[in-house]
């Protein structure tokens, strides 16, 4: 098994608590192939020797990947991605990805450029999961 | 291992006339890495001194690890770190004299440790410790400390001098010695950028006073900033800790301690991050009544 | 704890053999060759046998051998150099702030300060010995034919240099607590250090006991041993002892003649007689231990204050 090691990012600016940002980075490399299951994620040493961040910090997120059934520890060796993923994470959306440049080709032809599709996505995305948590 | 790495109770210091540090009463969880923070004067130096018994108390108690440093030094001083502002170091010593020197003060001393981080820093042991840079001279001091194995360590104002890549380097050296375990970590400094995303614990001192002395996610969850047309305070202050109100001509804007919940409907409420919250004390003077731990 | 301290006091104690082999390279060549020369003229041997006709040969050597007095009352720095040199590290360590690296390690404030102390004291003393054996060694011809009560000699030789050293250590180390600046308490030190020797050796220590006072007519045969005796009075007086003014004795000496025995006889029927005030040799170590008494009592007083403001006040 060749040890991959991710590498972190941290926007202090965007009001996202760093462990929540640290979850969606592993959730994220995991949909992007860049970590399979099996893989290894950075130990917490790790992780705190690039960021300079408080180790609880990453605990914390690891225990939330841990609780969503993302990751599992392995007593004595460390924390992997877990084998059995769940499904949210693991489906492979390549016909959504297709569709979702289809729309992207139309809007550019429509006129929108790159600040005008993200407004647009953004607002309709607020507006869907608003709406349904209303 | 006590729970409260750190604990005083209405400690005080009085040099002359002047009280450094008056009615400071604190505890620091154990396992915690605790942000020291106020401006320069405030009484941090004074703090950290009384605590590692470089200093006696002119009023109340301090303790760390369960007891007092200065009446049983050769108990409690061999789980201490403590690196003193501008991280004194023997100039004229090279690396591994310096080295020696911790070997030899110290009943306990991990070599190794201190060997191993010194070459991932990359410093060569034969240099002498005046002609390294600030930052490496940081980092050295850190070693040392690091190297008794401590349980605590007590840093003074360690990143005030560093550029920002050292200071970066410094804090990730720092994290990852927390990460390894068993350490409860104070370190105090006029800049409150820096600490934030390396501490969990703050003690806000102004004024030779405690301002603040709570977990960061309690003191961030319990401040928000109020904002709306331009009013008397005084009935959100019923409830709430008023800390800084600002007035406009057309409005007006509070900075609140939350005691319960915020349900008045005039007022926009928003959360407050820590640097603000700081600052927000800081400005109010030294006549307000400082913050009392909440009991939980 | 010791391998520390050596290590601090290393770049001085090294600074300070230096300053003592300069001061043996500039004496022993000289001390040698006076050695030589007093055994070969055989004046050892003459004073033992009574002195009376060693006159010429005596005053010959002293003659010759005037200016190697000359040197030494610069070498009066020495034992303050020594001192201000072993007590600087310690003023070092307040200056830079060290001390707070040393105190929370794990060695308790006091048991620092001690070794620092007696390491620094102790090795003062051994250099202020090296340096006194070597002047003594220097001295020793002249010290025959001249005694060695006068100033700049009594500095030298016996136990007052030990006692100077600490005084210059204890003045070092007081204004060093007080000031946390090795040059500045360095300087400062240097210069008390100074003013107290000579004002001392001007104006305290020909009182510690009451001088000798001796008159007799001239031609006679003085007091024994003033050679080698602390001389802080002699010529012309009245037959009360009174000192007569130069001018007047000069005058009473032109009339009279210049052979020997005719102003003799002149300066009695004038009534003119010697005076001498002097300090006999007989109480060098009276002296030796009053001195070093006062310059130590000094130190001890510094030291102590010295060190209950580090175990105090210090932080």
Known sequence: MVLVVIEFRLDERSGVPTYLQLVQQVKQALRLGILQPGDQVPTVKEVVGKLAINPNTVLKAYRELEREGVTEARRGQGTFISTNQPAAVAADYTALRAALVKWVERARKAGLDEEGIDALISATLHAVFFEEAA | MSELALEAQGLGKRYGKNWALRDCTLGVPSGSVAALVGPNGAGKTTLLHLAIGLATPSAGSVRVLGRSAREEPSAVLPHIGFVAQDHPLYRRFRLDEMLNAGAKLNPSWDEELALARLERLRIPLRQKVGTLSGGQQAQVALTLALAKRPELLLLDEPIAALDPLARREFLQSLMEAVADGGLTVVLSSHIVADLERVCDYMILLAGAEVQLAAPIDEIVAKHRVLSGPRTDPSTVARVHSVIRESHTERQTTLVVRANGHLYDTRWQVAEVDLEEIVLAYLGRGSEARPYEEVAS | ?315
């Not at chain 3, 007095?69 to 009066?76: F, K, M, Q, V």
């Not at chain 3, 090795?123 to 060694?137: D, H, K, N, V």
């Not at chain 3, 050679?227 to 007047?248: C, E, I, K, N």
């Not at chain 3, 003119?272 to 300090?279: G, T």
Request: aromatic share 12%.
């Open chain 3, 1 to 315: 704890m010791i391998w520390l301290t050596w290590r601090l006091q290393r770049l001085e104690t090294a600074l300070v053999a230096a300053a003592l082999l300069l001061a043996a390279a500039a004496l022993i060549p000289l001390g040698l060759h006076m050695a030589a020369v007093y055994s070969d003229d055989g004046i050892g041997a003459c004073l033992a046998r009574g002195g009376a006709g060693c006159g010429s040969t005596v005053d010959s050597f002293r003659q010759r051998f005037e200016h190697a007095g000359l040197i030494i009352p610069w070498l009066n720095f020495l034992p303050g150099l020594i001192g201000v040199l072993f007590a600087a590290p310690f003023v070092l360590e307040l200056e830079h702030g060290t001390f707070r690296f040393a105190w929370t390690q794990s060695v308790p404030r006091g048991r620092w300060l001690a070794v620092r102390l007696a390491f620094m004291i102790v090795a003062a003393l051994l250099a202020t010995f090296a340096l006194t054996e070597l002047m003594t060694w220097f001295r020793g011809p002249l010290d025959q034919v001249n005694g060695r009560m006068e100033p700049d000699v009594f500095d030298f030789e016996g136990i007052v240099p030990y006692a100077y050293t600490l005084l210059a250590v204890g003045l070092v180390l007081a204004l060093g607590v007080f000031t946390r600046r090795a040059v500045t308490a360095g300087g400062i030190a240097l210069i008390a250090y100074f003013t107290l020797r000579i004002g001392v050796q001007t104006w305290v220590r020909k009182d510690y006991v009451a001088p000798l006072r001796k008159v007799w007519p001239p031609g006679t045969q003085g007091p024994s041993g003033l050679d080698q005796s602390w001389s802080l009075v002699s010529g012309p007086s009245d037959a009360a002892g009174h000192s007569l003014p130069q001018s007047v004795a000069k005058q009473t000496l032109m009339a009279c003649g210049p052979s020997k025995s005719s102003s003799i006889a002149c300066m009695r029927a004038h009534h003119i007689y010697n005076l001498a005030v002097y300090q006999p040799a007989s109480r060098f170590w009276l002296f030796q231990g009053i001195e070093a008494a006062i310059f130590t009592g000094l130190a001890a007083a510094l030291l102590t204050f010295s060190a209950w403001w580090v175990r105090r006040r210090v932080s």
